[in-house]
């Protein structure tokens, strides 16, 4: 199994499920849970499951824990004739390929439908690698448009440019402050810069998709619904005719999406980003609608699993004030507050932890609730301030024998 694309430290999807996250103990009161999976099975790869009329649900194999993604192809025509518009397109492996055979044979399931095996247009919700990684390849076979939002695309090419590159000072900083062992620090360095190997180089060129913008698709009008948080400029794509979103990785059914502070904006607050457009989300949106997710079966019941996600970074927050009231805390040091499995080894799951835990502590630490010293051994580390003391202990001046500054304490 190849490595997952986190040498560049910017892994694709999170920690599965966070289960420590919304335990029943942390929320006693929480609301009854039922999403509903009105789709059956999803198609194998290389198959197609129509789930909407002119709408075909399609799945590629994914070589990291993480095993599957969806696709979508939605009927649509242009000037050449009919063809399908294709939403996000699997990751740059032997396996996607097969798969994008077999649905483009002449004998395939594609070459069966009215639009035929042609393909008009690929559109992708954002720029990690197991969603744009066979736009390339499909945009030079088809001599078709790529579209995608200006920061996706942009970010995509700047990574895909680190390939070959050293692992620069800054990243390497950022990772001790965090609190990693040397050997961990190694095993980055010699990853680093992997990201290009899971995508074919994108098209020189592509169509913007903007927030609110609207265009027709085949018979349907779609809009796009700009998300933050997991990425920095993430397309959701609504049909309110055909009452169906195309949620990307910004709303997911069974797993929570990776919010990551990395080496490049250290001081970065994406949960704040991710929180607000959960919320944008679910007050723009009906609960009615079939949410079309990159991973998991298609669900209905979006409202109660925004507040679900949204819920659980909140108890997140919680543990980690707490956390930070009994010490100050290197990132690794708040582990054991946000993640329920143990954070183990020197790869992927070191780096998702860190860049998820650096996410919750940016978030506390931009809402004044907790605040970053460097110097400590040579680490970061947090101590909590301006909190109620009902609530957190001031430790400050035990700690450093110096006066807090919060006026609360
Ligand atoms: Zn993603």
């Not at 790869?45 to 399609?58: D, S």
């Not at 580390?381 to 500054?405: D, I, K, Q």
Request: glycine share 10%.
């Amino acid at each position: 199994m190849p490595e997952a694309p986190t040498s560049d430290g910017r892994p694709d999807e999170a920690l599965p499920s966070q289960p420590g996250l919304d335990t029943p103990s942390d929320a006693p009161h929480a609301p009854p849970y039922a999403l509903q999976y009105p789709c059956g099975e999803a198609p194998a790869p290389g198959q197609v499951r129509e789930i909407a009329p002119g709408v075909l649900w399609l799945r590629m194999p994914l070589p990291f824990a993480l095993n599957h993604i969806n696709l979508w192809a939605i009927a649509d025509e242009d000037d050449q004739g009919p063809g399908w518009a294709i939403v996000d397109t699997g990751t740059k492996t032997a396996e996607s390929l097969a798969a994008w055979r077999a649905l483009i044979a002449d004998d395939g399931p594609l070459a069966a439908t009215p639009q035929g095996a042609r393909i008009t247009r690929i559109l992708c919700t954002h720029m990690h690698p197991d969603h744009v990684g066979m736009a390339g390849w499909l945009a030079r076979k088809f001599q078709c448009r790529l579209w995608m939002t200006r920061l996706e695309y942009l970010t995509c090419r700047t990574l895909v440019a680190d390939t070959g590159r050293e692992a620069p000072d800054d990243a390497i900083r950022f990772y001790r402050l965090a609190g990693w062992p040397e050997d961990a620090i190694d095993v980055y360095r010699a990853r680093f810069g992997g990201f290009g190997k899971y995508l074919h180089a994108l098209p020189d060129s592509f169509r913007r998709l903007s927030d609110g913008d609207s265009f027709t698709i085949g018979a349907h009008v779609w809009r796009v619904i700009v998300g933050r948080g997991h990425s920095p400029e993430h397309a959701c794509l609504l049909c309110e005719d055909l009452d169906l979103l195309i949620s990307g990785d910004q709303v997911l059914p069974r797993i929570s999406s990776n919010v990551s502070v990395f080496p490049t904006e250290p001081d970065a607050d994406p949960l704040a980003d991710w929180l607000t457009s959960l919320a944008q989300l679910r007050a723009a949106l009906g609960d009615q609608l079939l949410v079309l997710p990159a991973h998991g079966e298609p669900f209905r019941g979006l409202h109660a699993r925004i507040d679900r996600l949204i819920g659980g970074h909140q108890i997140g927050l919680t543990r980690l004030r707490r956390s930070l009231a009994a010490g100050p805390k290197r990132a690794i040091d708040v582990f054991g507050a946000l993640f329920a499995r143990p954070i183990d080894g020197k790869g992927d799951l070191l780096g998702m932890a860190t860049g998820e835990s650096l996410a919750h502590i940016n978030h506390l630490v931009a809402r004044g609730e907790a605040s970053c010293e460097t110097g400590v051994k040579a680490a970061t580390r947090l101590r909590c301030c301006n909190v109620p003391a009902s609530r957190l202990r001031c430790w400050t001046r035990r700690w450093r024998g110096s006066r807090c500054s919060s006026t609360r304490c």
